[in-house]
T-cell receptor, first 112, second 114 residues
């Protein structure tokens, strides 16, 4: 199956700093999503972005499908941004399965 | 718009007991997913439904896990009998379409097996 690698595994920032999270995947994809899992365990969809660039407030994401990676940018970080960020992909070659495979996540801690 | 609802939020049982989780997806969403998330890992898909039919259950331990989706809306996931390694958060998600579409997750049920 498709492999998904996220980096860095852990990131500690001071409030107000910017950060970039990376997601590498091993096959062509027709679905790529970024999620934020807050400290209470709720998974919140940030972006549906199998290709191209999107922005939502302080967050933006870029997927370069031909090079098999995606980046999540967080600007002017706030303590509420803390949590785990997951990248999840579905491979075109998975046929009828089309299931999302999650990476192992990036644990982000924003200090006040 | 109401989100994905799950109950119960927490459950503690002893090994070899049975347990059931309930999920109500977002209204109008045809596809429903059950995931298992072990502490420190990303969610892993167990089963996905399109309306009331199973699309993929290749990662569901069928000797102890079962799931159904009644009338293409609510779904129930059951574990019988539970093992210690089933301790995890069970997440339900739904999407409007199957495949290349945004998935929305419920709050999850945290299961502890003693």
């Amino acid at each position: 199956g498709i492999q998904v690698e996220q980096s860095p595994p852990d990131l500690i920032l001071q409030e107000g700093a910017n950060s970039t999270l990376r997601c590498n995947f091993s096959d062509s994809v027709n679905n790529l999503q970024w999620f934020h899992q807050n400290p209470w365990g709720q998974l919140i969809n940030l972006f549906y972005i199998p290709s191209g660039t999107k922005q939502n407030g302080r967050l933006s994401a870029t997927t370069v499908a031909t090079e098999r990676y995606s980046l999540l940018y967080i600007s002017s970080s706030q303590t509420t941004d803390s949590g785990v960020y997951f990248c999840a992909v579905a491979s075109i070659s998975s046929g009828s399965a089309r299931q999302l495979t999650f990476g192992s996540g990036t644990q982000l801690t924003v200090l006040p | 718009e109401a989100g994905v609802a799950q109950s119960p939020r927490y459950k503690i049982i002893e090994k070899r007991q049975s347990v059931a989780f309930w999920c109500n997806p977002i209204s109008g969403h045809a596809t429903l997913y059950w995931y298992q998330q072990i502490l420190g890992q990303g969610p892993k898909l167990l089963i996905q439904f399109q309306n009331n039919g199973v699309v993929d259950d290749s990662q569901l331990p069928k000797d102890r896990f079962s799931a159904e989706r009644l009338k293409g809306v609510d779904s129930t996931l059951k574990i019988q009998p539970a093992k210690l390694e089933d301790s995890a958060v069970y997440l339900c998600a739904s999407s409007y379409r199957w495949g290349a579409d945004t998935q929305y997750f419920g709050p999850g049920t945290r299961l502890t097996v003693l």
